[in-house]
């Protein structure tokens, strides 16, 4: 049965990072910008890759432990796209569509860590 792509959080997670791509595209490159978009790609892509190997756990403490890994990537992505959005306000609206998607997905990890922990 093929899974729902509305559901599919690898997926999700992968679209998620080629919006950031996308937008970090169109900042201009400067001192200050060139470091926040080097973070932000890396932070942005790495969920994604870490909610993949989470996928492949070992045991569900693995899983646990590499979903944490996930919330802390998508934390770190928030932090940047706060401070591009001060450095950027031309794309404030673009920022504040990049900021829901992420404050939602950490919703959702925190709730499967959450109902993680409380199985163990």
Request: with cysteine; glycine share 2%.
């Amino acid at each position: 049965m093929p899974v729902n792509k509305d559901y599919d959080l690898e997926e999700r997670l992968a679209k998620f990072a080629e919006k950031v791509i996308k937008t970090m595209q169109k900042i201009p490159q400067n001192a200050i910008n060139s470091r926040m978009i080097s973070q932000i790609v890396a932070s942005a892509g790495s969920s994604g890759a870490n909610y993949s190997e989470a996928n492949e756990a070992e045991s569900k403490k693995d899983f646990t432990h590499k979903a944490n890994i996930v919330k802390k990537e998508l934390k770190e992505t928030k932090h940047w796209l706060r401070l591009l959005a001060c450095a950027n306000p031309d794309l404030k609206e673009e920022f504040r569509n990049l900021w829901r998607e992420n404050h939602e997905l950490l919703l959702i990890f925190s709730k499967i860590i959450n109902s993680c922990r409380k199985k163990n």
